[in-house]
DNA sequence: TTGAAAGCGATACCAA
DNA sequence: TTGGTATCGCTTTCAA
């Protein structure tokens, strides 16, 4: 039989309460009860308050749940996931709260929703879940504190929300891309369709929203509109769409546009990994990156610099620390409780002037 | 106020038993009584059974901690700790049990105890922690199926323990250097002292072992009798400490053996991230790695491979995978529960014969 | 198939 | 300073 409080108590001959708080508030006993009871305690083997009926009766968990889509796991194969959730980690260690991380399997949907309500947490942070997620609806209804990472999750004045304007990013890097000279563009991207396959895709066009993730949409709205900037119309974009925001699906992605007969002199990726991809894909062909092919990433992830990527910085770690402090503190004030974090377009030698031949 | 069981039930006109039920045992239902219930929840805006409750109850809460020493963020700053984290990951995520991060702090010893006392989990893995460490007596304590990783932290018949044989694997990569010829030899390695400062530092020899982490100390050995191999006594190795386990500090640990006057030919790093450090220093100095001086690392990160790195290679995800299933379903025979796992030496392009000038 | 009652292990308020 | 008592929200026999 595992001890609790009350075996404690009972060893001591003092109440529950005062075993309680010899633990929980040690300024409100005698030193010398406090030390008689803790000694009783390592005899008898108390590993002190159980955690889950302590939280039960405080009505505090002290962690913080962390939603991800796809396998649990994807969380630390991204470069840029794992930047996020370091800040996020960073804001909840110094808050002396746990970071518990929600598995939302994308093959069982049903699993995610049973994660989500059995997780014992104190506010959640969503970190780029698709919208129709069915997830997210049983996550609002827990009635918990919860920040959004890239896209309002319920929209309205005091949701909370950390973010950066993604389409005005993208559009830096359409019209970086147009300034050059470019007319023949590709798009790689994840997400373009609802099925993860690989391959060209055909969409109407940016007014005809269908994307699912809002982060996709918005910056794929950008690229077009900085394009548009140099002329280039969406019917001269190739899209091409990745079944994982993966270096090699990148490069499986970006084959498609490279071994067109018109090959595009510009892949835009939405994202560094993809990006990283479209830079081997480029290698195995004997391309020359900034020279045949412009490449340009979205995240500015570590890799990115040494690559010679040009990307949009955006403060990764710093936008998952300020999560963090959201979830565990939430400002009064409503203003504060939306944050929207600057970009840079980081020029590098991925790309050029498109070549006049 | 917050609705409950007991608010449903009574909107229902049902107990709250049958409310559990709907939940936890929909099959001891009528399937319209438990749609009725169902659509009440909906309509009240009840989210399902409180998780800590139910866990108090059940005795069981849905989640592993994961130890990690140094800031919580670290895990997510070392590849090898993210490798070996998503192999965690995956188990659990199969399990359907989240994974919660125990922040275990350096500055602050005390903190770190109060977060395993309030850890919410099933079990505790434990990576790479000092032994030390007082947390981990207190992790002891909880009662809680335990699995360390890297070196058994409860010695005994029946503790769960999933790592390699440091020390051989360490020899293999002495005497791969004895045989290449190297007789002046450098070590950088963290946690070869107490401080957390950078530069050389003195140790009476293997047998005087005071390292505060086995995996450093067992490593060290292991070096130490593979290069005794080819004559290389232990008053022949420069020991640097590096404050952290990262690229930087390997760059500047490896700076005071490089610049010395009778530069060491060979610089053996105790991991991957100090190692590519030692890479940089080189490269910083116009050295040529494998060249001018030789450079060994350990684990194998994926970085290793594009920087030519010759190291040992061990399953980081599998390791990780290993330390979940073990901890989530313990196996009944004991030897099961003790794995050790192969490595291999990958020689790559950094290391080669000394030069005779 | 449904309900009543007994906890799970702890904390907090209020007296003493 | 210490103790009594009422919960916290749920699950689980055991009867009905």
Redesign the interface.
Known sequence: M?PTLQTVADAVGVSRSTVSNAYSRPDQLSPALREKIHEAARRL?Y??????????RRGR???I?VLFTS???Y???DPYA??F???V??S??RH?S??????L?EADEQ?GI??V????VDGFCVYCVPASHAALD?TR???LPLVAAERPVEPGPDSMYVGIDEAAAARTVGSHLARLGHRRVAIVSDLLVAERRTGPVALDGPADIRYDVDVTRERLRGFAEGLAEGGVGWSDLFLVNAGTNSRAEGARAAGYALDRADRPTAVLAITDLLALGVLDALATRGLGPGRDVSVTGFDDIPEAAAAGLTTIRQPAVEKGAIAGRLLLDPPEDPAARQVLLPTDLVVRASTGPVERK
């Open positions: 595992k083997g590993p002190g308050p159980d955690p889950t009926a302590r939280s039960l968990v002290g962690a749940g396998a649990l796991s969380a630390f194969t794992v930047l959730l370091r800040g980690a960073e909840a260690e002396g746990g970071l518990l991380l929600v598995p399997s699993a049973e994660a309500r059995n997780a014992a049983v209804s827990r009635g």
